[in-house]
């Protein structure tokens, strides 16, 4: 099943929005976590936390392509110029 042609355009790029944000915040607190590791020299935690921002940025990569692609795909609104009228 196709689950993309459940929602529309609209929604999936409101839903890749928050999957962004939310996974950003995460990887920032990885990347603190890390930080914290290393001081610290813990090494499990350093390799927890490099794991996990390795998994962010590859989620990070697919719904930002993802979002990208809706963008692209989105009809212009208005009309045919989409050059901005000269101000005064």
């Known amino acids: 099943m196709d689950y993309s042609t459940l929602l529309t355009d609209d929604q999936k790029r409101d839903l890749l929005n928050q999957r962004i944000q939310q996974f950003a915040s995460e990887a920032y607190q990885h990347s603190l976590n890390l930080k914290v590791a290393q001081l610290t020299g813990d ?22 392509e993802e979002l990208a692609s809706l963008i692209a795909s989105a009809p212009v609104e208005g009309s045919t110029d989409a050059s901005p009228a000269p101000q005064q």
């Open 43 to 64: 090494a499990n935690a350093e390799q927890i936390a490099q794991n996990s921002i390795d998994t962010l940025d590859k989620a990070l990569q697919v719904h930002t």
